[in-house]
C-alpha cells in the first residue's frame, strides 16, 4: 500500500480516535496491532520513505515522524486509562489451577520446651526473667557460695574470654560465658527485696565433649523464690505440681540426697511414670533442687536470719529428649528440617 501527506494525515486522525475510544485491554491490543504493530500502518509510513521523490522527502519524513509520535502518545494515555500492564493483554488468574501452598513456620522444639515450662510455673506467681550471657566471676561463681579454688571454677571447665579495649587493659575483670543459670538469680535479687519469684530460662555454656548427650551449648531453666517461712515442703509442692502438669498425673516423683554448693540441704529429684515406660528404667533424673544456702542470701545483702529460699534448676535438652523420645542432643543444632517438622 502506497502513502502520501493526505493519507497520513488521514491515519494520524484514525488512529488518535481508535486509541481514544479503547475501553478495554482487547481492543487497545487490536487498536495497537493495527496502528504500530509490525506490520501496522506507521512501519509501512517509515518504511515507504525511500520510495518517494526526492524532492519531497523531506516533508514526507516530518509528517512520517510526526505520525509515530503522536500514534505512540495516544497508545500510551490509552493503556494508562484502561490500566493494561504492557503492550499485549496479560492472562488473568486461573482460579480453577491448584494454589502454591506456602509452609508456616513455628517455633523450634527448644522454644516450644521453654514457653510451656515457663507457663506452668507463671501459673504460681513465677515473674520470667532474663540476664547476660558473659558474666564475671562474682556473679557465676562467688555469689553462688563458689570460692576461690573449687574444681568448678577451672579453666578447662569453663570459657574464660578475652577481653580487649581501654577499659578492659585499664582495670583487668575476669570474665567467661555463663556456666549456669542461677547468675540470673543472683541479678534478680540484687535489683529487689523479698519476696522473690522467679523463673529463668536461657543458653548456657560448658567445654564439654559434643556426644548424643552433651554439648558445649545448651539451655537451662531455673526458678527461684525467697521470703520469710520457706521450707523443704514449699519446695516439694511447687516441684509437683510441675511434674504432674508436665509429664502427666499418673508421674511419681522422688527426692534424692545430693551436694550444690548454692544450696543446703540440696537434692536431685527423680520420676517415674508411664511416658517412660518404654525405657525400661524406673527412675529418670530431671532436675536438682535445694533451699538456698545462707551464704547465697548473703552476697546479695539479704539477712539469712529473716528470709529463707528455694532453688532448682533443669536442662530443657533433657526435659524436652525425654518427652518426645528423641535420642541425640545434636539434633536440636542441626537443622535438618525433617526433625524440626516433626514438632
Partial sequence: MGYDLASITGLLAEGKKAFESATDVDALEAARREYLGGKG?????????????KEQRGEYGKAANLLNKQLTEAFNAAKARVGAGASSAKPGIDLTK?????????????????????????????????????????????ALNIPQGHPAREEA????????????????????????????????????????????????????????THHFMFHQIEGLAIAEDLNFGDLKAVLELFVHEYFGAD?????????????????????????????????????????VDP??????????????????????????????????????????????RQF
Fill in 41 to 53: 500502518h506507521v512501519k509501512g509510513v517509515l518504511g515507504g520513505i525511500k520510495d518517494v521523490p
Fill in 98 to 142: 491448584p494454589g502454591t501452598r506456602r509452609e508456616v513456620g513455628h517455633a523450634h522444639i527448644i522454644t516450644q520446651t521453654i514457653e510451656e515450662i515457663v507457663e506452668i510455673f507463671g501459673r504460681i506467681g513465677f515473674t520470667q526473667v532474663e540476664g547476660p550471657e558473659v558474666e564475671d566471676e562474682f556473679h557465676n561463681f562467688d
Fill in 157 to 212: 571447665d569453663n570459657f574464660y574470654l578475652q577481653l580487649t579495649g581501654p577499659d578492659w587493659d585499664a582495670k583487668p575483670v575476669p570474665m567467661l560465658l555463663r556456666s549456669q543459670t542461677s547468675t540470673i538469680q543472683i541479678r534478680t535479687m540484687e535489683k529487689q527485696q523479698p519476696p522473690v519469684r522467679v523463673i529463668a530460662p536461657g543458653r548456657v555454656y560448658r567445654p564439654d565433649t559434643v556426644d548424643a
Fill in 251 to 291: 508421674t511419681r516423683m522422688r527426692f534424692r540426697p545430693h551436694y550444690f554448693p548454692f544450696t543446703e540441704p540440696s537434692a536431685e529429684v527423680d520420676i517415674d511414670c508411664q511416658m517412660f515406660k518404654h525405657l525400661k528404667k524406673p527412675w529418670l533424673e530431671i532436675l536438682g533442687c535445694g533451699m
Fill in 295 to 340: 551464704n547465697v542470701l548473703q552476697a546479695v545483702g539479704y539477712d539469712p536470719e529473716k528470709y529463707t529460699g528455694f532453688a532448682f534448676g533443669m536442662g530443657v535438652e533433657r526435659i524436652a529428649m525425654l518427652k518426645h523420645r528423641i535420642g541425640d542432643i545434636r539434633h536440636f543444632t542441626t537443622n535438618d528440617m525433617r526433625f524440626l
